[in-house]
């Protein structure tokens, strides 16, 4: 929120499902929950969990992470732990650790709750079982969000993507800002067309140098959720996403598709939901 009472970032809502141009016929999402109007932003992509892989130090840490997003106007936040050869993270105990998170962030009084969740590595998908991937999918759900291998995007992720499906879970690729090449637009919408969403940091869409190709693929509908990417509040991003939604405002996009990305599509993933990217299939070339 912002000081003094002003209007945030976060008041702005559209009153029934967004249509969004897609070409030239509109294309209207609905979800079988609608998320509340109590619900605020939700961050999908956070490293909240203390002592546990390269996020929070420790308990204050990851408390004062939590403090941030509060005072941001995030109400829930997806603990996305590295599942990868080199954190030692045991898949079943994150619930228990969202847990006694939890316990804590109601004794700070802090009005954001936690969710379960994991940044699962492209290459450590297949030492998961489905039990294991229920539990590192997002609030339980049946989307897993995936770190593409290091470099540029690839057949692998593709393959991925398939792997995850016929198990019976969706895609979501994090951070895909992280592998730009010439060929990221081509990758990406490919990805999107078989079935995955994308999130991209929120606060590199306000960066000079990463900000312009991410909006350029909001505009083209090939992105669909934020996180903060947060690791500490020490250093590193804070876990907010407010620099995110401004750049999304600034770069011209229509306040009822923000709100789907911010909103929306969070909480239909938090639900369990699966179902085709909505953005998909917009294509403005006009965009460099």
């Known amino acids: 929120m912002t000081a003094g009472g002003a209007e945030s970032l976060w008041d702005f809502h559209s009153d029934s499902a967004p249509e969004h141009g897609c070409g030239p016929a509109a294309v209207r999402v609905r979800f079988d929950v609608e998320p509340p109007r109590a619900e605020r932003v939700i961050d999908v992509h956070c490293h909240i969990l203390p002592g ?168 083209r509908g090939l992105v669909h959720l934020l996180g903060s990417d947060a690791h500490s509040s020490r250093a590193g991003r804070p876990a907010r996403l407010s620099a995110g939604v401004a750049a999304l405002q600034a770069g011209g996009l229509h306040p009822g598709e923000i709100d789907l990305i911010v909103r929306g599509l969070p909480h239909a993933v938090l639900s369990g939901q699966r179902f085709a990217p909505p953005l998909a299939g917009r294509r403005d070339h006009s965009l460099v």
Do not use: K, Y
């Open 52 to 219: 546990l892989d390269d996020g929070a130090v420790d308990l204050d840490d990851a408390v004062a992470m939590a403090a941030q997003a509060a005072e941001d106007g995030v109400r829930r936040i997806c603990a996305t732990p590295h599942i990868r050869h080199d954190h030692d993270v045991v898949v079943a105990e994150i619930a228990e650790r969202v847990a006694a998170l939890n316990r804590e962030l109601a004794r700070a009084a802090l009005r954001v709750r936690v969710e379960t969740g994991g940044e699962v590595a492209e290459t450590a998908l297949d030492r998961l079982d489905r039990r294991e991937l229920a539990q590192v999918a997002l609030g339980g759900g049946r989307w897993v969000l995936v770190e593409p291998a290091p470099g540029p995007l690839a057949d692998g992720l593709e393959a991925a993507v398939a792997q995850l499906d016929r198990r019976g879970f969706g895609t979501i690729v994090a951070h895909p800002e992280r592998h730009a090449d010439e060929q990221l637009l081509f990758r990406l919408e490919r990805l999107v067309e078989r079935g995955a969403l994308v999130q991209v940091t929120a606060a590199l869409l306000a960066e000079p140098g990463s900000g312009p190709v991410m909006l350029d693929l909001a505009r």
